[in-house]
């Protein structure tokens, strides 16, 4: 069974940090692209970060870039978000992702072209 399970969300203060992480099982995730998404209430799906399956490119929105880092981890198939100077603007629930593609040169932002989603964690922070 193809899977991955998010954890490591929470309540926290503007300009807190907080470590997401995504641990993956059942394909050779090293083979895809792994990403992280985010959804606040009556609003979209939105890109946050990906990292290339080869490990050596990460690719961010906008929003977050300066303040996230994506990672991949020491253990098999776990990747990571580092959040740091967290705004209330970034309370949303985040989902892990792989993309449905292998060996993609460049990642999608498209929540479309990615078909093995977590059921996300929710991560609040109070101004």
């Known amino acids: 069974q193809v899977q991955v399970v998010e954890s490591g969300g929470g309540l926290v203060q503007a300009g807190d940090s907080l470590r997401l992480s995504c641990a993956a099982s059942g394909r050779t995730f090293s083979s895809y692209t792994m990403a992280w998404f985010r959804q606040a209430p009556g609003n979209e799906r939105e890109f946050v970060a990906a990292i290339k399956w080869s490990g050596t490119s990460t690719y961010y929105a906008d929003s977050v870039k300066g303040r996230f880092t994506m990672s991949r981890g020491n253990i098999k198939d776990t990747v990571y978000l580092q959040m740091n100077s967290l705004k209330p603007e970034d309370t949303a629930v985040y989902y892990c992702?792989?993309?449905?593609?292998?060996?993609?040169?460049?990642?999608?932002?498209?929540?479309?072209?990615?078909?093995?989603w977590g059921r996300g964690t929710q991560v609040t922070v109070s101004s």
């Open positions: 992702a792989t993309e449905s593609s292998r060996y993609r040169n460049k990642p999608s932002q498209s929540p479309s072209d990615y078909d093995v």
